[in-house]
């Protein structure tokens, strides 16, 4: 029976991750506010360019890419960790 140990996860990829939930979360709960105030009459007499609401309007254009790239760089970074554990225990 071989001894296999949990791979670890290092502080940069649990970084990495909870920014990708923060970022797509964030601009998914943006979504939601606009759904909601389109819903309850605000972009009448132009209502969505007064306030907040511009930054919740441009957050998903901008969150939404980030988190993408987050992901790849998130699924780039676990592989090279496993790559270089795979070598350096090859059991």
Known sequence: MTNQNPPSTGRFERILAYMVAGVVG??????????????????????????????VITLPLFGLPLGFLLTIGLIVFVAIRRKRDSTANPS
């Open 26 to 55: 964030l601009s998914i709960l943006c979504f939601i506010a606009m759904i909601a105030g389109t819903a309850l009459g605000v972009g009448n007499n132009d209502g969505f360019s007064k306030g907040l609401w511009p930054v």
